[in-house]
């Protein structure tokens, strides 16, 4: 229990404090509201995709029905027009069904909520500098604990932690925590030329 409140405390001092765009991302209410905005993100985002998933739907069906008929009328043209219901079906298909489509492809109304949504939050969003400072308090938990990576990655640290970190969380961390290793490799050249008399 202790040790958790310990690494809890040090995390928190470390993402918290960290300088951010000129600003200080220290509030614990600012990361409530990145939750908070994230779900109402993730729902809008979920009404979206189930928009878009109708919108193909439609666009599919009328696609099989103009295929089918398309088929029928290609193997025979001179009869398929000579008969008036069906020169009738294919004008209003031109007036009715390819506008619906043009309608569901060109301008397609389904994202708008969602972009609205999006680019009312993103001021608010955190920028690489808080990304930065939260990989920073990673690297200090780890180097402070002797954390393998392998128990961050897997959420084997004390505390609440409910998510595992993904392959790309990993990479982009290994790319944060290079240039630490880049920095570490000069000092020991460094040390190397000093000892050797270079």
Known sequence: MEL???LSALYFSV????P???????????METL??????LA???????????ARLTRIKAIARAVSNISEAANSDVGRYLGHPVNAYRLLRRFMSEWREV??????????????SR????????PSSDDLSGAATALMRLQNTYRLMPSALVDGRIPGDQKEKLSASDCYYLGLFFISYCIVTCCWSVAVCFRHSGI
């Open 4 to 6: 958790t409140l310990v």
């Open 20 to 30: 951010a765009g000129g600003e200080m991302f220290s509030a614990t209410t600012h």
């Open 43 to 53: 729902q809008s985002l979920d009404r979206y995709l189930q928009a878009e998933e």
């Open 118 to 125: 999006l680019t009312h939050h993103k001021p608010a969003f």
């Open 102 to 115: 043009e309608d569901l492809v060109v301008r397609p109304a389904t994202s708008e909520d969602f972009v």
């Open 15 to 18: 993402i918290l404090v960290v």
């Open 35 to 40: 939750v908070t905005t994230e779900q109402e």
